[in-house]
Every structure is written in C-alpha cells, then in structure tokens.
C-alpha cells in the first residue's frame, strides 16, 4: 500500500513563493511516475507537474516556468517549488501516482493520492 502525505501549503501574498513537500511511503520513487495535482472550488482537477521515472520533467503550460518539480530519492520525497504566485494559484495541491501509465496530466490514470495541501495567494 503507498501513502503520499504532502505539505508546505499557506497563506502567502501574490508574488510570493511556497514549496510544496510530498512523502512516499513504500518503494514508491522511481517505481512511478509522480506528480502534482490542483484543484480550486468549482474547478476541476488539474495535472500542474510531474516527473517520469527516468527524471524526465513535465509541466504545465500554462505555469509558464513558474512552477518546477523535483525530488530527493534519499529522502523519498518530491518537491513543487512555487515562485511569482498569482491569486489563481489558490486551490488545493495533490501529490499523486500514476500508477496507470499514459498522459500524467490524466485524473484517472493516477493510482494514488494524497491528501491535499492548500494554498492560497492573496
């Protein structure tokens, strides 16, 4: 069984930046292809980043550039580094596993997800 558990959401001013923290229990990194997720109220789910098994990245266009993933094998741990925030960025972020393969920015090809960590930007 995988658990994703995610953190570093807030409250923070437009322009700012956050990083966003999710930790993967089991032998997760490197097994799947692990991502982000979005969601504001009203909206629907939203692929913004992910990273292959090979460490090949992806994100979205729409960010343009604001956004990158990363991760730390050691620590089994991936990363969204946030920077020029916008209020549109307000919603809450998943960490997921795409477990299915195929598009990353696909909602149902993701096996796992976590919690969700919120941000807002005002």
């Known amino acids: 069984h995988v658990q994703l558990v995610e953190s570093g959401g807030g409250s923070v001013q437009v322009g700012g930046s956050l990083r966003l923290s999710c930790v993967a229990s089991?032998?997760?990194?490197?097994?799947?292809?692990m991502g982000w997720f979005r969601q504001a109220p009203g909206k629907s789910r939203e692929g913004v980043a992910a990273m292959n098994r090979d460490g090949t990245l992806s994100h979205a266009r729409s960010l343009k550039g604001r956004f990158t993933i990363s991760r730390d094998n050691a620590k089994s741990t991936h990363y969204l580094q946030m920077n020029d925030l916008e209020p549109e960025d307000s919603a809450m972020y998943y960490c997921?596993?795409?477990?299915?393969?195929?598009?990353?920015?696909?909602?149902?090809?993701?096996?796992?997800w976590g919690q969700g960590t919120q941000v807002t930007v005002s």
């Open positions: 997921a596993a795409n477990t299915y393969g195929g598009d990353w920015r696909r909602v149902d090809n993701v096996g796992y």
């Open positions: 089991g032998d997760t990194i490197g097994r799947y292809c």
